[in-house]
């Protein structure tokens, strides 16, 4: 299975940081890369998909790049709504594997 | 409005059964991947499930083969997890979630709220 390795587990930030998330995978994953939201008590929710795009609705401070093993989650001037935990999940291949996540708490 | 809802979930003794349901609206169901994924208390994301668009293909986590089995009824847009051999760490919030249609890889872009499964005796 791909190992996937998300840093930082967790950190503080404040609003209007600029927020960065890595994860690694273990072997070559092209672009297939997605990276969920996740607040307390909710489902997770699609931020990005194929490493960068965007999902519809998502607000553009979000933005993800990476291709290959090596992948970035940023987030430009951190909202409070933004504080939450963030997950990068490979689909290149099953099983399916997920970070372990990284939590974005409040300063 | 897109919509996944699961149902099924509740405590269980060891070695129990259970059966999950997720049922959709709001989208061509039939033509879409659909998807297991389960959250223990306090911890990360784990996939468990995976069935193609019309069921020929299934996959599943190495932690749930042999225990678990995923099948879908397209006319009644339904996914179901049938979980048995039922372990303690198999406690978990069971999301069922929307993955693509047509060929390639795709991501899970629609999640249900969950059900809660409990493993105790």
């Known amino acids: 299975a791909i190992r996937v390795t998300q840093s930082p587990s967790s950190f503080s930030a404040s609003t209007g940081d600029r927020v960065t998330i890595t994860c690694r995978a273990n072997q070559g994953i092209s672009t297939f890369l997605a990276w969920y939201q996740q607040k307390p008590g909710k489902a997770p929710e699609l931020l990005i998909f194929?490493?960068?795009t965007l999902q519809n609705g998502v607000p553009s401070r979000f933005s993800g790049s990476g291709s290959g093993t090596d992948f970035t989650l940023t987030i430009n001037y951190l909202q409070s709504e933004d504080f939450a935990t963030y997950y990068c999940?490979?689909?290149?291949?099953?099983?399916?594997?997920f970070g372990q996540g990284t939590q974005v708490e409040s300063k | 409005e897109v919509q996944l809802v699961e149902s099924g979930g509740g405590l269980v003794k060891p070695g129990g059964t259970l059966r999950l349901s997720c049922t959709a609206s709001?989208?061509?169901?039939?033509?879409?991947?659909m998807n297991w994924v389960r959250q223990a208390p306090g911890k990360g994301l784990e996939w468990v499930s995976s069935i193609s668009s019309g069921g020929t293909y299934i996959y599943y986590a190495d932690s749930v083969k042999g225990r678990f089995t995923i099948s879908r009824d397209n006319a009644r847009r339904s996914v179901d997890l049938q979980v048995s051999g039922m372990r303690a760490e198999d406690t978990s919030v069971y999301y069922c979630a929307r993955g693509g249609s047509g060929y390639g890889a795709y991501p899970m872009d629609v999640w249900g709220q969950g059900t809660t499964v409990t493993v105790s005796s």
């Open positions: 194929a490493a960068s």
């Open positions: 999940q490979q689909y290149y291949s099953y099983p399916w594997t």
């Open positions: 709001g989208f061509i169901f039939g033509s879409y991947t």
